[in-house]
């Protein structure tokens, strides 16, 4: 059976892949949604054991936080408490890694990256990870809150004989106060991850 999707953030710790589903906006997931691809990219594991599309760490666990609705919308919090308790919901059972694969077009350090930093700088054990953009190729096209310092923003490279290039889709610094980013790139083309099936709750 797969996790209980909720509203108060439980911990269901006896899950082998995912321990929390926190639904911020309703129950439902949207089809094919881009969360849970990059989720599969990062930690994915098929229960056979097979080899085929394992991710990055294929052994961590996953407490996701969900903003979108069934229509791929994307919805955050409005005020600095409300970005703490997102952060926090997972956080306080222990996860240390934040993947935000999400952003604005604003290559200035806004009050959102600001309270990336205030987050991470309160809590030392606690690392996002946060997406450039796809607003490449010209420079200065990084999106808050990639935009943020205690943060590592990532870009997206190509596979093969160009694999030391950017996409040209990928977002690129410098931001606004003339900082570089992204800090880090990974393969961002032709990735088979897992899907969303847009089940009701």
Same mark, same amino acid.
């Given at each position: 059976a797969g996790v209980a999707k909720n509203t108060e953030g439980s911990w269901q710790k006896w899950k082998r892949k995912v321990l929390q589903y926190y639904t911020s906006v309703d129950g439902e997931d949207y089809l094919g949604g881009h969360g849970t691809h990059v989720c599969g990219t990062i930690l994915g594991n098929q229960e056979e054991g097979s080899d085929i599309n394992k991710g990055v760490a294929p052994q961590a666990k996953l407490a996701f936080y969900d903003i979108g609705n069934e229509v791929g919308? =994307?919805? =955050?919090?409005w005020t600095k408490e409300e970005w703490t308790d997102m952060f926090d919901v997972a956080h306080k059972?222990?996860? /240390?890694i934040h /993947?935000? /694969?999400? *952003? *604005?077009a604003s290559d200035a350090y806004t009050i959102e990256a600001e309270w990336f930093d205030d987050f991470s700088y309160a809590n030392p054990k606690f690392l996002a990870f946060?997406?450039?953009g796809n607003s490449g190729p010209n420079g200065g096209s990084i999106g808050t809150p990639a935009t943020a310092k205690n943060i590592v923003s990532v870009g997206a490279v190509n596979r093969g004989s160009n694999a030391d290039s950017l996409v040209s889709w990928s977002s690129r610094g410098?931001? /606004?106060d003339n900082r570089i980013g992204p800090m880090v790139v990974a393969p961002g083309v032709t990735t088979e991850s897992a899907k969303a099936q847009n089940q009701k709750k």
């Amino acid at each position: 059976a797969g996790v209980a999707k909720n509203t108060e953030g439980s911990w269901q710790k006896w899950k082998r892949k995912v321990l929390q589903y926190y639904t911020s906006v309703d129950g439902e997931d949207y089809l094919g949604g881009h969360g849970t691809h990059v989720c599969g990219t990062i930690l994915g594991n098929q229960e056979e054991g097979s080899d085929i599309n394992k991710g990055v760490a294929p052994q961590a666990k996953l407490a996701f936080y969900d903003i979108g609705n069934e229509v791929g919308n =994307l919805f =955050l919090p409005w005020t600095k408490e409300e970005w703490t308790d997102m952060f926090d919901v997972a956080h306080k059972h222990g996860a /240390s890694i934040h /993947s935000a /694969s999400w *952003g *604005g077009a604003s290559d200035a350090y806004t009050i959102e990256a600001e309270w990336f930093d205030d987050f991470s700088y309160a809590n030392p054990k606690f690392l996002a990870f946060v997406a450039a953009g796809n607003s490449g190729p010209n420079g200065g096209s990084i999106g808050t809150p990639a935009t943020a310092k205690n943060i590592v923003s990532v870009g997206a490279v190509n596979r093969g004989s160009n694999a030391d290039s950017l996409v040209s889709w990928s977002s690129r610094g410098p931001t /606004s106060d003339n900082r570089i980013g992204p800090m880090v790139v990974a393969p961002g083309v032709t990735t088979e991850s897992a899907k969303a099936q847009n089940q009701k709750k």
